[in-house]
């Protein structure tokens, strides 16, 4: 699809076109929800620049952007008013194969020793800000979902997701013998 033109001036007042033309305010819950997905998508895009070309997660990670968008395009459609896309729709088993991978890298890593804090490397720390600001999408998709309708395996997905963005950044710092850096609880009771 080509762009032909970039601005449109629809926006100047605070509003948007949701898919079918819907007009609705950009402070509305649903912006906030597939704008914080379209966030994520950025800082995945950021990960995939920071690893080292031919890393083995850059496939996932890259097929993990295109699914945002759907997840996207499923936000940004009211379905009380107009009727899904297809491109609005996760392929079957996207949900099971980060489990999968989940479940691969985990069988590699050494058992935790405490609460990990954010950081490492700077792909591992660029990992974690991926993995909260997906937490958030998926508080602002849970709130959405509240006053209307939003497909589980979207809400299943996100919440995957996080997991698998969490285990990610423990693997890229294990992979290069960097240690994690572990909670220490400075707060004493008198």
């Known amino acids: 699809m080509k762009i032909t033109k970039v601005y449109t001036r629809r926006g100047d007042e605070g509003m948007t076109d949701l898919v079918g033309g819907v007009r609705i305010s950009k402070a509305d819950v649903r912006l906030e929800a597939y704008g914080t997905i ?66 691969q890298m985990n069988a590699s890593l050494p058992e935790p020793q405490g609460f990990i804090l954010p950081g490492g490397t700077m792909a591992a720390a660029q990992c974690h800000v991926c993995r909260t600001v997906c937490r958030r999408a998926e508080r602002c998709i849970d709130a959405l979902a509240e006053k209307a309708e939003v497909g589980a395996d979207i809400i299943k997905y996100v919440n995957r997701l996080s997991d698998y963005l969490f285990v990610l950044a423990k693997i890229i710092n294990f992979n290069v013998g960097q240690q994690e850096i572990i909670w220490q609880n400075t707060c004493k009771l008198k």
């Open 38 to 103: 379209d966030e994520l998508s950025s800082h995945l895009g950021l990960l995939v620049a920071m690893l080292p070309s031919g890393y083995d997660e850059r496939p996932l990670l890259l097929r993990i952007q295109s699914n945002l968008f759907n997840v996207g395009t499923h936000l940004a459609t009211d379905q009380s008013q107009t009727p899904l896309y297809a491109s609005a729709r996760l392929p079957e088993g996207e949900t099971e194969l980060l489990e999968q991978r989940i479940d």
